[in-house]
């Protein structure tokens, strides 16, 4: 399998873009989350995913921020209006199953000036 | 929430044994522990887990005591490759509002 895919790698945007960031879980399985990861404040679980269905957003930090998962294959995180600090590396993760663990994808690394 | 605490970075030079404790005193009845490596520029890459006294895989041993407050990640024999930050995690996998990444430990080994 070719493990979990994001795009793009890399995103430099101005402040007040939108910014749409995209994820292909792993074929079958059943969880996706996703992740912000920052100098200040470590990695930090924004919402998860179980069968397609968003199950905690509370780590999305405010409104300009959403999250959808239309099908098994594909998620997608937007940042609308984007602020110089939603600046980080964004990781997208899948599992199967409850009890297993996290395959992590590679990171969108977010600039936003 | 079961925080933990990990020393920020570490020293090693390569050939030697490499023992990382982390804290987490909160720790739930339910909740595992689990132990991640990130590299730079890729995301967190799941090392071993475990619930208490000893676990061992291909890459690591996990220590567990038996008041399950601690836990310690041993690397055998590290190598420059082996240089990233590492992760302790302590929580229920079906709970993940309760996962914390913390801040991890850098270890930087040496030739």
């Known amino acids: 399998d070719a493990g979990v895919i994001q795009s793009p790698r890399h995103e430099v945007t101005e402040m007040g873009q939108e910014v749409t960031l995209r994820c292909k879980p792993i074929?079958?399985?059943?969880?996706l989350f996703w992740y912000r990861q920052t100098m200040m404040r470590g990695l930090e679980l924004l919402i998860y995913f179980n069968n397609n269905v968003p199950i905690d957003d509370s780590g999305m930090p405010e409104d300009r921020f959403s999250a959808k998962m239309p099908n098994a294959s594909f998620s997608t995180l937007k940042i609308q209006p984007s602020e110089p600090r939603d600046s980080a590396v964004y990781f997208c993760a899948s599992r199967l199953g409850a009890g297993e663990t996290q395959y992590f994808g590679p990171g969108t690394r977010l600039l936003v000036l | 929430l079961a925080k933990t605490t990990q020393p920020i970075s570490m020293d090693s030079y390569e050939g030697q044994e490499v023992n990382i404790t982390c804290s987490h005193n909160?720790?739930?009845?339910?909740?595992?522990i689990t132990w991640y490596q990130q590299f730079p520029s890729q995301g967190p890459r799941f090392i071993i887990q475990g619930y208490k006294t000893k676990v061992t895989n291909e890459v690591a041993s996990l220590f567990i005591p038996a008041d399950r407050k601690s836990s310690t990640l041993s690397l055998p024999r590290v190598s420059l490759s082996d240089t990233a930050v590492y992760y302790c995690l302590v929580g229920d996998e079906n709970n993940f509002n309760k996962f914390y990444f913390g801040s991890g430990t850098k270890l930087n080994v040496k030739p």
């Open positions: 074929s079958g399985h059943d969880y």
């Open positions: 909160n720790i739930a009845t339910n909740d595992y």
